[in-house]
């Protein structure tokens, strides 16, 4: 298991980040984000993607993962609200909002 140190914790609707100063993912599915498909492809969708346009290579992809379990300790961070500090490891979960119907096509990336 990798600790990862000075971690993002974000939707994948272009919001605002949490920091963490540690964290640990498990689980979830491997997407490729960029900034025009911020919820993510799967390989296949993005395959899918290149072989229609291969410009979408030059998107300044990234791997990520789609919904996976997160835990967090130390300072968490973020600019709309203070600082706060968990001394143990705690689960992350995303907001309800997602399940509302302005929401529904939200996915929690990590």
Not at 32 to 38: F, S
Request: aromatic letters at 8%.
């Amino acid at each position: 298991m990798i600790i990862l140190q000075n971690e993002p914790l974000m939707r994948g609707n272009g919001g605002k980040a949490h920091w963490a100063d540690f964290c640990i993912r498990t689980g979830g599915e491997e997407v490729l984000v960029c900034n025009r498909y911020r919820s993510g492809l799967s390989h296949i969708q993005y395959q899918r993607l290149i072989e229609k346009n291969s410009n979408a290579r030059t998107w300044s992809w990234r791997t990520m993962r789609r919904n996976p379990e997160v835990y967090v300790k130390g300072r968490i961070r973020h600019p709309d609200h203070k600082t706060i500090l968990l001394p143990d490891w705690h689960r992350v979960v995303m907001n309800t909002e997602n399940q509302s119907r302005a929401m529904r096509n939200v996915a929690f990336l990590d």
